[in-house]
């Protein structure tokens, strides 16, 4: 019979290289023969395109806290409805799902101003990721790789942002189990912070 796949997930502010990590991953699982499938959070569904709005700034809330909050309450149903319609069934099917961004992006962007313990319990019956890889750059380096993209940019992409971004994901990594998160450095080489992921997965590939 078929084993599970494994349900990974990886993390890090604007900037950080998930997107990129997970396509070298993606190629690298399937050249083992696995099957695999990318997600990225917001979904491309209709409450994920709604939060595509939130991040263009084109949608007005009345005050940073409220905005947090309703931008909570959709990120958790945006991926509440992923995991349950998308994720859940291929892992069960034995397919191996990559996150780009999960319940940790929610805590980090949303959970400021008191709302974490909120923020966490609208979050609670999301399935927890086999693996979390976080990507750690300094703020400067990630502020750096999204102006060099010279795109429009999206309200979470500036310098104070970031920073803030950076400072509430290094407080909260160190409070996850330490069995399943894998802290890389992301001002290493892409293919050197790709060998790594290949290293920690190595215990899961096995297990296929
Ligand atoms: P990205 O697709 O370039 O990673 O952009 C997604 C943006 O959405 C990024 O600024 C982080 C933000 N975000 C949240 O604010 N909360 C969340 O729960 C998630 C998944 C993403």
Not at 31 to 50: H, K, M, V
Not at 182 to 206: T, Y
Request: negative net charge; contains cysteine; aromatic residues 8%.
């Amino acid at each position: 019979m078929k084993s599970q796949g494994v349900f990974i997930a990886f993390e890090g502010p604007d900037g950080a290289g998930t997107t990129t990590q997970i396509e070298y991953l993606k190629q690298f699982l399937m050249n083992a023969g696995l099957d695999c499938e990318t997600f990225r959070q917001p979904s491309g569904g209709e409450i994920g395109q709604y939060l595509r709005q939130c991040l263009s700034g084109r949608v007005r809330f009345h005050s940073e806290r409220h905005r947090d909050w309703v931008m909570g309450l959709l990120f958790a149903a945006d991926r509440l409805c992923q995991s349950d319609q998308e994720i859940r069934p291929i892992i069960e099917g034995g397919t191996w799902a990559l996150c780009d961004r999960y319940t940790l992006s929610s805590l980090v962007y949303q959970g400021a101003d008191g709302l974490e313990d909120d923020i966490r319990q609208l979050n609670r019956f999301a399935p927890e990721p086999d693996i979390l890889f976080y990507l750690d750059v300094p703020p400067e380096v990630a502020l750096a790789r999204v102006n060099a993209r010279g795109q429009s940019k999206e309200i979470f992409e500036t310098k104070d942002a970031i920073e803030q971004q950076v400072k509430r994901y290094r407080a909260l990594i160190k409070t996850l189990p330490a069995a399943r998160v894998h802290r890389l450095d992301g001002q290493k080489s892409i293919e050197a912070i790709h060998q790594e992921v290949c290293g920690a997965i190595q215990p899961f590939l096995e297990r296929q």
